[in-house]
């Protein structure tokens, strides 16, 4: 689920990147800020940071006394993905096993439906393995399929979201 959210940060800019007129500074502290967004990857609480919307205000600076720099405290409002216990997401397979298929769904990679969770299918080894139904359904590698999310787990050395997904329940499945 992608959820809009409001954020306070310090950004920091080096006396380098300062400039009297003020239309450098505020480029400066947008890109820094996009910067610092983009390799924070996600949190517990907010899940996956996707994009800044808005940059709502720019507080005063305050010089730091070892370096130089300059810190901001910024607010602004940005969008984040989440997976929730429950929802109803789709994904695409990038990883067939024996025992189930890997999934990316939005920025989450580590999405996994085990062969468990998907009970009138059948493992079908060979070159590009797949797993089958009776109905001829296929579910195999760049297949997008519909699930639900059965539950995630925080993972904080890789600041990232496992998964497991299962397709019990109406209109789940591959989607054509």
């Known amino acids: 689920m992608f959820l809009k959210v409001q954020l306070s940060w310090n950004v920091i800019i080096s006396a380098e990147d300062l400039d009297a ?21 996600a949190t517990k609480d907010l899940g996956y940071f996707s994009a800044v919307t808005t940059l709502d205000s720019i507080g005063e600076g305050k010089v730091r006394q070892h370096s130089g720099d300059v810190l901001f405290p910024v607010v602004f409002s940005g969008i984040t993905f989440k997976l929730f216990q429950g929802e109803i997401l789709d994904g695409v397979v990038y990883n067939v096993l024996k025992h189930g298929v890997f999934l990316r769904c939005g920025p989450a990679e580590k999405v996994y439906l085990s062969n468990q ?17 009776n109905k001829l359904s296929k579910i195999g590698k760049d297949v997008t399929v519909r699930f639900m999310v059965i539950g995630t787990k925080w993972l904080e050395e890789e600041r990232e979201f496992q998964a497991l997904v299962s397709l019990e329940g109406d209109s789940l499945g591959p989607i054509s």
């Open 117 to 133: 969770m998907m009970v009138d299918y059948k493992y079908v080894p060979g070159e590009n393995p797949i797993f089958l139904n």
């Open 21 to 41: 007129k003020g239309l450098m500074l505020q480029r400066s502290i947008i890109t820094r800020l996009l910067d610092d967004f983009a390799c924070k990857k």
